[in-house]
């Protein structure tokens, strides 16, 4: 078994999300548009999403929202719970 992720696939747990960077992304948006924000840290091109939690982590919806009312940094990727969290593709136990 090469990694937690797929332990919890053999056991038949559904994927869930994982933590793709414990530090912001810097990200130019078009103002005006419906952006929607990667919350299952699949993606290998972060922030955005690009679906890929419909086959990794089934029941997580992206945070979609528009220019208008973009999502800022609330300092959540500073709190111990996520820094001291496994990175995405991290094999160790």
């Avoid at 797929?6 to 747990?13: T, Y």
Wanted: charged share 25%.
């Amino acid at each position: 078994i090469k990694s937690p992720q797929m332990l919890r696939i053999l056991l038949g747990e559904k994927p869930g999300p994982v933590i793709a960077s414990k530090k912001p992304f810097k990200a130019e948006l078009v103002c005006g548009k419906r952006h929607s924000w990667c919350t299952c840290g699949h993606r290998e091109k972060q922030p955005f999403c690009d679906g890929t939690h419909k086959a990794k982590a089934q029941g997580l919806m992206p945070q979609r929202f528009y220019t208008a009312n973009p999502p800022y940094c609330d300092s959540t990727h500073k709190q111990e719970f996520i820094q001291s969290a496994l990175l995405k593709g991290n094999t160790n136990f």
